[in-house]
């Protein structure tokens, strides 16, 4: 049975819409808006079709859990963003909240099942050899991180850390279109999409107080009073998605 895409983005989008108006009434924390307002969307794509879970969860492990782990705790020990209202109190290493942590599986999930669902043309199911290569800057974000943390945490302090964290992401998809420039195309539909998703994300989590930013940055965007930084917009907004998918296609799926 051919599977009717338009239909499922309607679906995709209603629903989106109806946990936005709830998360508003309730006064949701984000961790809770967020699992309601990525989850659905991932699991209803994930039933309509058949997917490669392997390389889904090869994704979401490497892409969403260790390499958003780095990236988060740098950031997070930085005040680039704090998660000010909490489902979980603890704190990876006394930094990172488990919020952050399971807000960047959910967001990595999302992205990956709707590229996979919308985008991909999945020609090789085989896991990528690249893989293994995919833990070298695993390896080599998290050695300052441990070092600073048993030596000197102030090892770790970064000016304008979102603006440095946010250039160090966007190499990559940078480079890969380069090399790949047929997924441009794709590249720009994924972010048209998940602009609209990551900045109604921000407005909701912002109106509700579930974060706040105390970092310094290059400049802030204002929205109906609502303030967040400019890297928020161009790095979260415009690139995160893109980037997780140059990420994915690279080391995990097939560059195809």
Not at 12 to 39: D, E, H, Q, S, W
Not at 227 to 243: D, G, H, I, R, T
Request: hydrophobic fraction near 60%; charge should be neutral; aromatic fraction near 22%.
């Amino acid at each position: 049975m051919k599977i009717n895409k338009k239909f499922d983005l309607l679906v995709v989008l209603i629903f989106l819409g109806i946990v936005v108006v709830i998360a508003l009434i309730f006064n949701l924390k984000p961790l809770i808006f967020g699992t309601f307002y990525l989850l659905f969307g991932s699991i209803y794509l994930i039933l309509r079709e058949k997917k490669n879970f392997l390389k889904i969860f090869l994704a979401v492990v490497v892409f969403g859990f260790l390499y958003g782990f780095v990236f988060d705790f740098v950031e997070t020990y930085n005040k680039a963003w704090t998660i000010t209202r909490l489902v979980f109190p603890w704190k990876a290493l006394g930094i990172l909240p488990l919020d952050d942590i399971l807000g960047f599986i959910l967001m990595t999930l999302f992205i990956v099942v709707f590229y996979e669902h919308f985008l991909d043309d999945e020609k090789n199911r085989r896991i990528s050899k690249n893989l293994k290569w995919s833990l070298i800057p695993i390896a080599v974000g998290s050695i300052p991180i441990l070092v600073a943390y048993f030596v000197d945490l102030n090892l770790l302090r970064i000016p304008y850390v979102y603006l440095v964290g946010g250039i160090l992401a966007i190499i990559f998809p940078f480079a890969f279109s380069l090399y790949k420039p047929r997924f441009l195309e794709k590249f720009l539909k994924l972010a048209a999409f998940f602009f609209i998703v990551w900045f109604v994300l921000e407005l909701v989590a912002l109106e509700t107080g579930g974060w706040v930013f105390a970092g310094e940055y290059i400049g802030t965007v204002e929205i109906l009073g609502l303030v967040f930084p400019f890297e928020e917009l161009f790095f979260w907004m415009f690139w995160y998605a893109a980037a997780v998918v140059s990420y994915y296609e690279f080391f995990i799926d097939d560059k195809k």
